[in-house]
């Protein structure tokens, strides 16, 4: 149905765009967490909240990382019960994961 050349065409364009989606998602989880690293939980929320949105052609790579960041700038801002809720979800997903347990009971 295709040529060849078409089909490697469509190949590559999938990988760059994944890989575009890849580097916008970390691009803003960075940035997440230099904002956490100066005091401004509500930016870092933000940057995070937008990761977390940002397509992602790699299956949610990186995401439970995200969410901690996400946890910790909910709980910076004495947001406790959405923090919770974030770490809660951690836990379904990972219920094995003795760093969110700790970090849970902190709030």
Request: net charge negative; glycine share 6%.
């Given at each position: 149905?295709?040529?060849?050349?078409?089909?490697?065409?469509l190949l590559v364009s999938g990988i760059a765009l994944g890989l575009a989606g890849c580097g916008r998602r970390a691009e803003l989880a960075r940035q997440g967490v230099e904002q956490l690293q100066t005091g401004d939980?509500?930016?870092?929320?933000?940057?995070?909240?937008?990761?977390?949105?940002a397509p992602d052609f790699l299956s949610g790579a990186g995401d439970t990382d995200i969410r901690k960041y996400l946890a910790e700038a909910q709980a910076g801002q004495r947001s406790y019960?959405?923090?919770l809720a974030t770490y809660r979800q951690l836990l379904e997903?990972?219920?094995e994961d003795g760093q969110?347990?700790?970090?849970?009971g902190r709030c």
């Open positions: 149905m295709y040529g060849k050349k078409t089909a490697v065409f939980y509500g930016e870092a929320e933000e940057s995070f909240d937008r990761a977390l949105e019960e959405e923090a997903e990972a219920p969110v347990l700790v970090l849970a």
